[in-house]
């Protein structure tokens, strides 16, 4: 499976942007989807997950509340809307797919990771 990220920038603190994760390659409906970030120096991190079905979510708690994450089956794609952006947001942002019935938040129990978009907030 191949997923492809896109949608990342720079914008100011209190901007938003919506990056997007196309999949090809297996039957995306099934897969439990996440996307990730990692700044430098720190380890990739959580930041939002979706179920297979995309009826439940799930946020890091610095997150929450300001990022959704969505999930469009037919069209193979997820989403994750960011609002409300700070600087301690900047990163590399991925996306990752796994097989697995739950949504997991360590990045080892996914499958299939995207190439990743920088996003950058400036003060």
């Known amino acids: 499976v191949q997923l492809q990220a896109s949608g990342g920038g720079l914008v100011q603190a209190g901007g938003s942007l919506r990056l997007h994760c196309a999949a090809s390659g297996r039957t995306f409906s099934r897969d439990a989807m996440g996307w990730f970030r990692q700044a430098p120096g720190r380890e990739r991190e959580f930041v939002a997950g979706i179920n297979p079905s995309g009826g439940t979510t799930y946020y890091a708690d610095s997150v929450k509340g300001r990022f959704t994450i969505s999930k469009d089956n037919a069209k193979n794609t997820v989403y994750l809307q960011m609002n409300s952006l700070k600087p301690e947001d900047t990163a590399v942002y991925y996306c990752?797919?796994?097989?697995?019935?739950?949504?997991?938040?360590?990045?080892?129990?996914?499958?299939?990771w995207g190439q990743g978009t920088q996003v950058t907030v400036s003060s």
């Open positions: 990752a797919a796994t097989s697995r019935w739950y949504v997991p938040r360590r990045p080892e129990e996914y499958d299939y």
